[in-house]
């Protein structure tokens, strides 16, 4: 594809290393973000106090999703870009 990148045939962690080599963004960062995520998902009552650590933890950290999608849209429309000048 015109990216210079092709997920056919990767694996979701295989994608998520590439976009690391591309600086969109971090594995370990993504896989924070995701853990929380799932935990928060979770709707255990009796562990109130711990979900509510985790969601402020989100929140502290949404920053660095926020950076992750300015990355990702900057990326497509390098894409987009390159695209339109090449037709």
Do not use: C, M
Request: glycine fraction near 4%.
């Amino acid at each position: 594809n015109e990216s210079g990148l092709s997920t056919d045939g990767l694996s979701f962690f295989d994608i998520l290393r590439e976009l690391e080599k591309e600086g969109i963004l971090d594995i370990d960062e993504w896989q924070l973000l995701r853990e929380l995520r799932n935990d928060i998902a979770h709707d255990y009552p009796e562990e109130l106090d711990e979900k509510i650590e985790k969601i402020n933890l989100f929140i502290k950290r949404s920053d660095d999703l926020l950076r992750v999608f300015d990355k990702l849209e900057e990326k497509y429309l390098e894409i987009k870009r390159r695209r339109d000048q090449n037709h």
